[in-house]
Nanobody, 121 residues
Framework: QVQLVESGGGLVQPGGSLRLSCAAS????????MAWYRQAPGKERELVAR???????TYADSVKGRFTISRGNAKNTVYLQMNSLKPEDTADYYC???????????????WGQGTQVTVSS
């Protein structure tokens, strides 16, 4: 069983910053990537940023230059530094891990419970 513990959401004014954290634990052998997705009311869930085990990063066009994804030293933690926040960044943010449980296991994804980010004056 895998656990993802997310933290860092909250209410912030436009132009402000927040840092989201996500720590993975449990039956994990290898982590191939960790990512943040978000879902705003009435919209589909979308990828915000992803970081692979080789530190390759991918960002949604809407957050490039404002958000930075990084991994902790233990490699089972991922951070999302969000700067210059806009009202349109308001959403529930979900951590996702792509991993396997043991050698040659089929990789699978696991989702966190989500943390709410509200950007409003």
């Amino acid at each position: 069983q895998v656990q993802l513990v997310e933290s860092g959401g909250g209410l912030v004014q436009p132009g402000g910053s927040l840092r989201l954290s996500c720590a993975a634990s449990g039956s994990i052998s290898s982590i191939y990537s960790m990512a943040w997705y978000r879902q705003a009311p009435g919209k589909e869930r979308e990828l915000v940023a992803r970081i692979t085990s080789s530190e390759t990063t991918t960002y949604a066009d809407s957050v490039k230059g404002r958000f930075t994804i990084s991994r902790g030293n233990a490699k089972n933690t991922v951070y999302l530094q969000m700067n210059s926040l806009k009202p349109e960044d308001t959403a529930d943010y979900y951590c996702n891990v792509y991993y396997n449980r043991y050698y040659r296991d089929t990789p699978q994804r696991y989702w966190g419970q989500g943390t709410q980010v509200t950007v409003s004056s």
